[in-house]
């Protein structure tokens, strides 16, 4: 897939205060058995203190290695895996511990599109009850209603409503995704998280895929949260762009400026491994490859003060003895580092931040 496969879609301003989903400081945790001689149970911080905002109508970007806690941060975003601790406020309610009858009101509002196409979808049902599901769940209507709503969704989507009787083997893997979408739009939500939805699909396919997550942002004016481990993808689909390692937020910024001039070492690294396929100019300095040495440490075993130290070729002996909080260097641009690549701090994000002052990344 190029960049000339993708749709160049001009958004609108997105209001800076109208908030939809806000995080704050959250995290999760799970503690391990034992293993050979251990006396002691070990932490895995797959989510660990984590803040973000996203505003209605845009698309953030989460992206980051393998491991760094991409997924497992947007399940707890919509309450699929339980907080360990901290908040999340959806379109102004806090859902961070409410029951599942409390919530259950909330979920049609908020959904998620899965990154195995495959493994997502029942093979024992048809698309048809597949895609009905949620509907049949929140009680959308009868049995003649949840199928003219189904069609409508199949069209939608770009799936031929002759087919809500096959089953999902009979799809190719672009189409199932399809029927993934589907199911996701079928109550009306305001929010999406999309984690890593055309990773499983063919190159020859993410295209059409991503520019249906573009189409339907504009008819049904959705907010996404769309989590990738491919930058040269998520910069054609995001606003803004959140960068994660080892369970933490170590950057967050407009999408042009990040790619332009990265603030922390680590997004500077991720950038400089990204091909240029646009033209054949020579790369801008931010673009200059940085080869990372060292092995990603266990989330079970983070190093202390930075977790990105024991990679990063700028460390100092302050990273080893201070974790970096997240902060404004920039307006708009939010980083976890001592040393950042851009301006000196504006403000620094607490834990959890005063009343008066939304956690503004």
Not at 106 to 135: C, K, T, W, Y
Request: net charge neutral.
């Amino acid at each position: 897939m190029t960049t000339h496969d993708l749709k160049a879609v001009e958004k609108p301003a997105v209001p800076r205060d109208d908030v939809l989903l806000r995080a704050t400081d959250v995290t999760k945790h799970y503690t391990l058995r034992p293993d050979g001689f251990a006396r002691h149970r070990r932490v895995l911080r797959a989510v660990d203190g984590v803040s973000l905002e996203v505003r209605a109508g845009e698309t953030l970007g989460v992206v980051g290695e393998s491991g760094c806690g991409k997924s497992t941060l947007g399940r707890c975003l919509v309450r699929l895996t339980e907080l360990t601790g901290g908040r999340v406020e959806f379109d102004g309610r806090d859902i961070s511990t409410l029951s599942a009858r409390r919530l259950r009101p909330v979920r049609p509002g908020m959904q998620l599109v899965f990154q195995d196409p495959h493994a997502s979808l029942n093979p024992r049902r048809r698309a048809g009850e597949i895609v009905a599901e949620p509907l049949l769940i929140h009680r959308y209507g009868n049995a003649a209603a949840v199928r003219r709503r189904v069609a409508e969704l199949f069209d939608v989507v770009g799936l031929a409503a002759a087919h809500l009787d096959r089953y999902p083997h009979e799809f190719s893997g672009g189409q199932r995704q399809r029927i993934g979408i589907a199911r996701a739009l079928a109550t009306a939500p305001k929010l999406i998280v999309a984690d890593e939805p055309v990773s499983a699909l063919d190159v020859s396919i993410q295209a059409q895929v991503l520019n249906l997550f573009a189409d339907l942002q504009d008819e049904f004016a959705l907010t996404y949260v769309f989590i990738a481990h491919d930058l040269g993808v998520v910069r054609h689909v995001s606003d803004r762009i959140a960068v994660m390692y080892l369970g933490e937020i170590v950057e967050l910024a407009e999408t042009e400026a990040l790619y332009g001039a990265p603030s922390h070492p680590y997004t500077q690294a991720l950038l400089s491994a990204v091909p240029d396929l646009d033209d054949g100019s020579a790369p801008t300095p931010a673009r200059e490859r940085v080869v990372l040495t060292g092995e990603v440490p266990s989330p079970a075993d983070k190093p202390t003060g930075c977790p990105f130290r024991t990679r990063c070729p700028y460390a100092r002996e302050r990273c080893a003895l201070e974790r970096p909080p997240l902060t404004e260097t920039a307006p708009g641009r939010w980083t976890a580092c001592h040393y950042p690549l851009a301006a000196e701090p504006l403000s620094v994000l607490g834990t959890p931040p005063p009343a008066t002052t939304p956690p503004g990344p």
